[in-house]
């Protein structure tokens, strides 16, 4: 299953922390974008604005739609820095070219992961 959904955000599992004007709620990034999200475990009205925290970092969002355990969101600045950007890099470097086996797919995504981070594959 390639990980990019046709909306072009990347499919992920990220706990994050929902926090509201009434409410505070722990749930799921199903996928991102820079732009936004789909979030699992917890919805809003359409129009909320509400924020991400992921590891320290505090993302502002505006809900877009909305069902009973999801919604997406759009965020009111791209992502472009800190834990969720670099996750949503990691993410974009596991998605490989066509043609490789699990395994070299796997090396392949750990040397672009090393070289990201300036570490070097023995």
């Known amino acids: 299953m390639d990980t990019l959904n ?3 955000r990347l ?3 990220i706990p994050v922390t929902v926090t509201s004007v009434l409410d505070s709620q722990e749930a ?4 991102l974008s820079q732009d936004g999200a789909l979030i699992k475990g917890c919805s809003l009205e359409p129009g909320a604005r ?6 320290g970092q505090i993302l502002f969002a505006q809900c877009r739609w909305s069902e009973v ?6 965020f009111l600045f791209p992502l472009v820095d800190g834990p969720l950007y ?7 470097m596991m998605r490989f070219p066509a043609g490789l086996n699990e395994s070299d797919a796997a090396y392949v995504s750990a040397q672009r992961a090393a070289r990201l981070f300036g570490r070097r594959l023995n």
């Open 6 to 8: 046709h909306y072009g």
């Open 86 to 92: 670099e996750r949503l890099t990691v993410a974009r």
């Open 69 to 74: 355990d999801r919604m997406g969101c759009s």
């Open 11 to 13: 499919a992920v599992d």
């Open 28 to 31: 799921a990034i199903a996928d």
């Open 50 to 55: 509400f924020q991400i925290d992921y590891f």
